[in-house]
């Protein structure tokens, strides 16, 4: 059997994202309470689990670096190092040339410049003149030398991970004198039942050293589930260490701590798939009920004199249980919480904050709330663009935030929650607030609006998502050059969702992001205009009805409107749109769905509502063009295929002329 050494690296590459991710999280805890000892354990376990795995693989600038980063790391856990804002900030900036030797281990490219300079900075911290650091918890016999007896029966698989046990031997001479070290094999087999990909042997070292059981037992950190280790301290000073860490003395992983059980409890129970795998099966799955729709749909017709027969459809409706249970399971395999989105967020908002001399508190809740893969990693970029438009133009400085009666800290909030199939994110901060005249007169001065025109305030505030548009009044190197609001519009669209904005001045602005939870399945409405089926999405549709005479009206610069409750909702004949003969072309004939969109209502005249169903979404990008307001196509059970609606783009089409939206479409 060959082994796949590619495999492993990936493996360890993807390990390593999420050390780095922890390593953040934990970092920024320990700015905001550097007395948490669990947080700089933590850090300490994922440099250790990165450093561990670049010796496997012999990435060697990887190994060496975060050797001294562990080695300052370690001087903080045992109180050698004051644990304040320098060491963090440094550990932030020793995180980023990690991240950058991983990728450099990875793709072949150059090392990062600043390494020299930040191993120069650690060493310095290390080695340097400091203040000591008051903690009685320390044990007074912290720095002599005493000999420790480890036991390592590593589990059976260790070869299958790419892991070298000598490599525990190598870290151990890093750390003192090894004096001793045996091997058992016992528990070889013979050799007609031998694997050579198992590992059958044992290790037992003997060390002498000055570091402490804890530290010990951090070597093991990467190859620890599955394993037994043992550590026991013998000799001269064994019983002041042995009562100073009881914990860590005669340890075994399969037993010894409920943490170190609960850890491998969860290791066991998750297993990593490539997500295309994840992708084809979801695919099968869409495959799946498609042809239940079409089996659905073939039964009815070969039934015309009595209905359906009752073994069959009893037979049907369990079909449809089933597929519809086992497509949500699917599905929930690609859903994962924004908690891997919001985590990069601290540190960003930190290092703005300090770059604009500005003092911010983030707070953020809903990061539990779960969205699919793909539009999880995409909407951070747009969201980035957000925060850092609210630090730089909206959150005021310390100074004018105490001349408008305000606290000179201020607050960023960023929010999540599942409203309907819908995620809405929100990014709020407690700053100026948008000055629409400002805008407006802005906008007037570039020619992109007429002096004389009647605007609202948010087609004023719509105007922020125009191209190239900015209100700053000079560049800086956070924003201000207009490249930014357009972005975050185009990308957030691009996943079929919706952003707006609210403000007001002197109170604050709030940007609203809304995402679909899933872009390969949809609750949707189907309708018919002409001989041609559409679908739009059930969630915003508000009502369908049959208008009476006298509701139709024209309105300057408005269009065609339907006056309905009182209001005015613009009308978009799909006919007229899509260039679909011998459809109806009398509203007081055919049907008009009301469907919701962000910041208002449009009318959608069409020849029959069919009904609501369940439809595999497919994007027309795979093959052809982006198509505006069309978001994908779906196969009927009659074997055609519909187009879906996206009923934000129809908003924008239906406020322009038949020709110019058929242009753009």
């Known amino acids: 059997m060959k082994i796949d050494i590619e495999q492993f690296k990936r493996t360890f590459f993807e390990e390593s994202e999420d050390h780095l991710g922890t390593l953040e999280r934990e970092l920024m805890k320990l700015a905001s309470d550097a007395q948490d000892p669990e947080a700089m354990n933590c850090i300490f376990r994922a440099v250790h689990s990165i450093k561990g795995g670049s010796g496997t693989f012999g990435f060697t600038d990887v190994t060496s670096f975060t050797h001294s980063f562990e080695s300052v790391l370690d001087a903080a856990r045992e109180g050698r190092l004051v644990t304040n804002g320098p060491l963090v900030d440094l550990s932030l900036r020793a995180m980023d040339v990690l991240r950058g030797l991983l990728e450099a281990a990875r793709t072949g490219s150059a090392v990062p410049p600043q390494m020299p300079e930040v191993l120069q900075a650690l060493d310095a911290l290390l080695h340097g003149d400091r203040p000591a650091a008051a903690s009685s918890a320390a044990p007074v016999t912290a720095n002599k030398s005493a000999e420790w007896r480890i036991r390592f029966r590593p589990a059976e698989s260790i070869f299958r991970t790419g892991m070298d046990p000598a490599l525990i031997a190598r870290e151990f001479e890093t750390l003192g004198k090894l004096k001793r070290v045996r091997v058992d094999t016992s528990r070889v087999p013979v050799l007609k039942d031998l694997d050579p990909l198992n590992c059958h042997l044992s290790w037992e070292f003997e060390l002498e050293a000055t570091t402490s059981a804890e530290a010990l037992r951090d070597v093991f950190a990467f190859v620890e589930d599955g394993a037994e280790i043992q550590i026991e301290s013998v000799g001269q000073h064994a019983p002041a260490l042995a009562a100073a860490l009881p914990s860590a003395v005669k340890a075994r992983s399969s037993d010894a701590t409920p943490a170190a059980s609960h850890a491998g409890s969860q290791a066991a129970s998750s297993i990593r798939v490539p997500v295309a795998k994840v992708d084809r099966l979801i695919n099968l799955v869409g495959e799946i009920v498609i042809a239940q729709s079409m089996l659905e749909d073939a039964a009815r017709n070969a039934n015309t004199g009595g209905g359906?027969?009752?073994?069959?459809?009893?037979?049907l409706s369990q079909l449809v249980r089933g597929t519809r249970d086992l497509q949500e399971q699917v599905m929930g395999i690609r859903m994962i919480p924004l908690a891997s989105t919001f985590g990069r967020f601290p540190r960003l908002v930190r290092d703005l904050a300090v770059a604009c001399g500005k003092n911010v508190r983030l707070e953020t809740t809903g990061e539990d709330t779960e969205l699919d893969k793909h539009v999880v990693e995409l909407i951070g970029d747009p969201m980035v663009h957000l925060i850092r438009n609210s630090l730089d133009h909206g959150i005021e400085s310390p100074e004018d935030r105490r001349s408008a009666g305000k606290p000179p800290e201020g607050t960023l909030t960023i929010s999540a929650e599942t409203r309907g199939g819908s995620v809405v994110i929100e990014v709020r901060d407690d700053g100026r607030g948008i000055n629409l005249e400002r805008v407006r007169r802005k906008a007037e001065r570039e020619g992109l609006v007429d002096p004389s025109a009647v605007m609202s305030d948010d087609e004023i505030l719509g105007l922020l998502f125009r191209p190239a548009f900015s209100t700053a009044d000079?560049?800086?190197?956070?924003?201000?050059?207009?490249?930014?609001?357009?972005?975050?519009k185009r990308n957030v669209e691009a996943l079929n969702g919706s952003v707006s904005v609210s403000s007001q001045l002197g109170v604050g602005t709030t940007f609203r992001i809304r995402l679909p939870l899933t872009l390969a399945i949809l609750d949707?409405?189907?309708?018919?205009?002409?001989?041609?089926?559409?679908?739009t999405s059930l969630l915003s549709v508000v009502?369908?009805?049959?208008?009476?005479?006298?509701?139709?009206?024209?309105?300057?610069?408005?269009?065609?409107?339907?006056?309905?409750?009182?209001?005015?909702l613009p009308l978009v004949r799909l006919h007229q749109l899509f260039d679909i003969p011998d459809a109806i072309e009398d509203p007081t004939q055919g049907i008009?769905?009301?469907?919701?969109?962000?910041?208002?209502?449009?009318?959608?005249?069409v020849d029959e509502v069919l009904g609501?169903?369940?439809?595999?979404?497919?994007?027309?990008?795979?093959?052809?063009?982006?198509?505006?307001?069309?978001?994908g196509a779906t196969i009927l059970g009659d074997g055609r295929v519909a187009l879906i609606l996206d009923t934000q783009a129809l908003a924008r089409c239906g406020r322009t002329e038949p020709a110019a939206a058929m242009s753009a479409a």
């Open 612 to 631: 609501q169903q369940q439809v595999v979404v497919k994007r027309l990008e795979e093959h052809w063009s982006r198509v505006e307001a069309v978001m």
């Open 474 to 488: 000079h560049v800086t190197d956070i924003s201000g050059r207009g490249v930014g609001l357009d972005v975050v």
């Open 592 to 605: 008009v769905v009301v469907a919701e969109h962000e910041g208002g209502r449009i009318a959608l005249l």
């Open 524 to 535: 949707g409405l189907s309708f018919r205009v002409g001989s041609n089926v559409f679908i």
């Open 543 to 568: 009502r369908s009805m049959r208008p009476a005479e006298g509701v139709l009206r024209h309105i300057l610069n408005e269009g065609e409107v339907l006056a309905l409750d009182g209001a005015t």
């Open 308 to 315: 359906i027969d009752n073994k069959l459809g009893d037979a």
